[in-house]
Every structure is written in structure tokens, then in C-alpha cells.
């Protein structure tokens, strides 16, 4: 049973660092593309940022420069380092796995970060 597995997260202050990761089983991690979603109140999910099994990043255009994703295929994990955080980073962030042929798809259940003062 595919299982992604989120932990990380919580309430920290503007200009504030969490790092977020995401364990997977079930599956073969080490060929999927894993990637970070967030859902803020009202709005719809958005990516943040993936990884490829070759290491090749893309990141949305609001968390360029603050952000990095990485992973650990060693452990079947991925990993998101959040730095100098906003309000508008507040949301459900959730981490996602897919297949490059896009036919194999899961999700974690989501982690809260939400950055207030």
C-alpha cells in the first residue's frame, strides 16, 4: 500500500525557517517525481516545487530563492526547506508523487504551516 507520509510543519513567525519532509513506502520512490503542493484557505492547490529522479528542480515563482527541494532516495524521502517565510506561505502543504508517464499518482494528507506573528 502507497503511503506518503508528511511531518514538519507548524506555526512560526514572518522571516522564519521550517523544513518539511515526506517519507514514502509502498512504492519504487527512487523513479517518481515527488513535489510539494500547498492549499491555502479559499484558494485552490498550487505546486511549490518538485524533483525529479534526476535531481532536476522547478519552483513556483513566489517561493524562488526561499525554498529548496531535495530528496534522500536512501531513505524515501523528500525534503522542503523553507526560509525567510511570509504570510502568504500559510496553507495546507501537501507532498505528491507521480510516475513520468503521469499514470501513477498519490498523495499525502497534509501538513499545516502557517507563519504569523
Known amino acids: 500500500q502507497v503511503q506518503l507520509v508528511e511531518s514538519g510543519g507548524g506555526l512560526v513567525q514572518p522571516g522564519g525557517s521550517l523544513k518539511l519532509s515526506c517519507a514514502g513506502t509502498g512504492f519504487r520512490f527512487g523513479v517518481y517525481t515527488m513535489a510539494w503542493y500547498r492549499q491555502a484557505p479559499g484558494k485552490q492547490r498550487e505546486v511549490v516545487a518538485s524533483?525529479?529522479?534526476?535531481?532536476?528542480?522547478t519552483y513556483a515563482d513566489s517561493v524562488k530563492d526561499r525554498f529548496t527541494i531535495s530528496r534522500d532516495n536512501g531513505k524515501n524521502t523528500v525534503y522542503l526547506q523553507m526560509n525567510s517565510l511570509k504570510p502568504e506561505d500559510t496553507a495546507v502543504y501537501y507532498c505528491?508523487?507521480?510516475?513520468?508517464?503521469?499514470?501513477?499518482?498519490?498523495w499525502g494528507q497534509g501538513t499545516q504551516v502557517t507563519v504569523s506573528s
Open positions: 524533483i525529479t529522479m534526476w535531481g532536476s528542480r
Open positions: 505528491h508523487s507521480e510516475t513520468l508517464s503521469g499514470t501513477d499518482i498519490h
